[in-house]
């Protein structure tokens, strides 16, 4: 369980995140939904131990989150880049850092964008260079994967793509929490189990699918109602 308690965060006077408070129970898709600058990243970066909280805390299975906790956390930010010069070398170094790795998982999905591993990295297209990151993230055996705007930037078929392998992981391993973060509600409707509505710095709602279903046409039509009870004026 990943536990948010009371967490603010500071940015000088600018107020990123203020009282958040989430129990995230282990299994299923999450998608933390809010619009660009809402503090979608500074929550999954308060829970990778890459941000301090400015007041709160904030647990991974108990455990009081530090940076070390990326060895219980398979992380892919919102930065789009493979950092080393080629495809090899970012596989080598990430299965060499981390020894969770399931090889066979992370060279399925790179195998199948039939690309040589020896090219250039920064030769790649934005969506191959996301798959081939989506690849090195889930390829670790956690119990927890963080997907920070996966789809953002992403052209039609290459987002279909992404979509398609996020299906299929989440297929195969069912009991692993896979928490992703976007604007694009509609084309992540389908994944997802639970959605989180954060609106700058708050959290306006938190439940299942199936319940918001239930009342709701779609989630778009959900999220835009918690706009509204929260007094958000467009």
Same mark, same amino acid.
């Given at each position: 369980m990943i536990q948010i308690k009371g967490l603010y965060q500071k940015f000088g006077t600018k107020v990123a995140l203020e009282d958040v408070n989430l129990d995230i129970t282990k299994g299923g898709i999450i998608g933390l939904i809010g619009p660009n600058g809402s503090g979608k990243s500074t929550i999954i970066?308060?829970?990778?131990?890459?941000? !301090?909280p400015s007041m709160g805390q904030v647990f991974v299975d108990e455990e009081l989150v530090d940076r070390t906790i990326s060895r219980k956390i398979a992380y892919?930010?919102? =930065?789009n880049e493979l950092y080393l010069p080629t495809v090899q070398d970012n596989i080598d170094y990430l299965t060499n850092l981390y020894k969770d790795y399931n090889l066979e998982v992370t060279m399925d999905i790179i195998n199948s964008l039939h690309i040589d591993l020896k090219m250039n990295a920064k030769g790649l297209s934005k969506g191959?260079?996301?798959?081939?990151?989506?690849?090195?993230?889930?390829? *670790?055996?956690?119990? &927890?994967?963080?997907?920070?705007?996966?789809?953002?930037?992403?052209?039609?078929?290459? *987002?279909?793509?992404? =979509? !398609? *392998?996020?299906?299929? &992981?989440r297929k195969n391993n069912p009991n692993v929490t896979v928490i992703i973060t976007s604007h694009m509600l509609k084309e992540i409707q389908d994944l997802l189990d639970e959605? $989180?509505? $954060? &609106?700058f710095a708050k959290i306006l709602a938190y439940d299942k699918k199936t319940n918001i279903l239930k009342n709701n046409k779609d989630l778009e039509s959900w999220f835009k109602e918690q706009y509204v009870k929260a007094g958000i004026n467009f």
């Open positions: 970066r308060s829970i990778m131990g890459i941000l !301090k892919m930010s919102d =930065i191959q260079t996301t798959i081939i990151r989506f690849a090195l993230t889930v390829g *670790r055996n956690v119990d &927890y994967i963080i997907l920070d705007e996966p789809l953002s930037g992403l052209d039609p078929v290459f *987002r279909e793509s992404f =979509i !398609k *392998r996020l299906t299929d &992981y959605v $989180i509505a $954060i &609106y």
